[in-house]
Nanobody
Framework: QVQLVESGGGLVQAGGSLTLSCEASGLTFGLYVTAWFRQAPGKEREIVAG????????YYGDSVKGRFTISRDNAKRTVYLQMNSLKPEDTGIYYCAVSEPWSTYIGVDSAGYADWGQGTKVTVSS
């Protein structure tokens, strides 16, 4: 059973930084796509960043390009999201997601991911 546990959320002032972590367990052998999604109050869930293990290649939502960086540490079985220059509109619940094995395409739709973490809350004050 795949388990994803996010951590690192909190309250930060605009312009500040946070690093989110997603520790994975239970993944079978294969290549995956991992992604971070967020859901702001009153809005739909949207992709923030994705990482395909096959190349590797990355994807970033337009609103976070140049500010956020997705990365992974194979030894620690952890995916990270480094968030810089945070804005109030970045506020939301951030979720880690993982695709089915042997996926290569970084899908922007949350329906394309098989497993999800419980989420970690990020609040950016002005």
């Amino acid at each position: 059973q795949v388990q994803l546990v996010e951590s690192g959320g909190g309250l930060v002032q605009a312009g500040g930084s946070l690093t989110l972590s997603c520790e994975a367990s239970g993944l079978t052998f294969g290549l995956y796509v991992t992604a971070w999604f967020r859901q702001a109050p009153g809005k739909e869930r949207e992709i923030v960043a994705g990482l395909s293990w096959s190349s590797p290649t990355t994807y970033y939502g337009d609103s976070v390009k140049g500010r956020f960086t997705i990365s992974r540490d194979n030894a620690k079985r952890t995916v990270y999201l480094q968030m810089n220059s945070l804005k109030p509109e970045d506020t939301g619940i951030y979720y880690c997601a993982v695709s089915e094995p042997w996926s290569t395409y970084i899908g922007v739709d949350s329906a394309g991911y098989a497993d999800w973490g419980q989420g970690t809350k990020v609040t950016v004050s002005s």
